[in-house]
């Protein structure tokens, strides 16, 4: 079955850098592109980036271009967000998702979540 | 960049209909998907392509979408369907394009 596992969130002060890890399983990674979605507490969802099978195109929200940087690793199976440079405001449950085709993609697994918290 | 309105909140008792509204610019012409999202859990996919669902989900879960307004509608509400629920699409015009609702309450009463 197809699984999802984020980890890498934490307690981080403001300007500084995390990077969180999603560990893909149960379907063939290198097929499929990949998001990272945040839930700010008490907030809704909030898409962050999106990256192609091949890692050749890639996707940021407004709110994150230029600090977070979006990478896969085919051969390991894994996702990963590089943070930079982070606000209060990035305080969040950073879910990685699977995406289901590349024509108006959505969104078909979910991981559980990681939460990072940014915070003097 | 695209925006998708939804009611904060709708409420229904059980056995009757829910119908969620996701508002947005001629997003008649987009493909709008749903997702379901518990207390303390993962959101969950319902509804893809504006009516279609994932198996596993109930066939009380309906979707459509015309004009400025796309609808999910639950039927035969139960108490297990009190979530929140939001509406996404991809605005493949934009070099931001993934999308989400505000999200819609469901309270069942």
């Known amino acids: 079955q197809v699984q999802l596992v984020e980890s890498g969130g934490g307690l981080v002060k403001p300007g500084g850098s995390l990077r969180l890890s999603c560990a893909a399983s149960g379907f063939t990674f290198s097929d499929y592109y990949m998001s990272w979605i945040r839930q700010a507490p008490g907030k809704g969802l909030e898409w962050v980036s999106y990256?192609?099978?091949?890692?050749?195109?890639?996707y940021y929200a407004d709110s994150v271009k230029g600090r977070f940087t979006i990478s896969r690793d085919n051969a390991k199976n894994s996702l990963y967000l590089q943070m930079n440079s982070l606000r209060a405001e990035d305080t969040a449950v950073y879910y990685c998702?699977?995406?289901?085709?590349?024509?108006?993609?959505?969104?078909?697994?979910w991981g559980q979540g990681t939460l990072v918290t940014v915070s003097s | 960049s695209y925006v998708l309105t939804q009611p904060p909140s709708v409420s229904v008792a059980p056995g009757k209909t829910a119908r969620i509204t996701c508002g947005g610019n001629?997003?008649?012409?987009?493909?709008v998907h749903w997702y379901q999202q518990k207390p303390g859990q993962a959101p969950v996919l319902v509804i893809y392509?504006?009516?279609d669902r994932p198996s596993g989900i109930p066939e009380r879960f309906s979707g459509s979408n015309s004009g400025n307004t796309a609808t999910l509608t639950i039927s035969r509400v139960e108490a297990g369907d009190e979530a929140d629920y939001y509406c996404?699409?991809?605005?493949?015009?934009?070099?931001?394009?993934?999308?989400f609702g505000t999200g819609t309450k469901v309270t069942v009463l």
């Open positions: 996404q699409v991809w605005d493949s015009s934009s070099d931001h394009p993934g999308v």
């Open positions: 990256i192609s099978s091949s890692g050749s195109t890639i």
């Open positions: 001629n997003i008649g012409s987009k493909s």
């Open positions: 392509y504006d009516s």
């Open positions: 998702a699977r995406v289901d085709t590349a024509m108006d993609p959505y969104f078909d697994y």
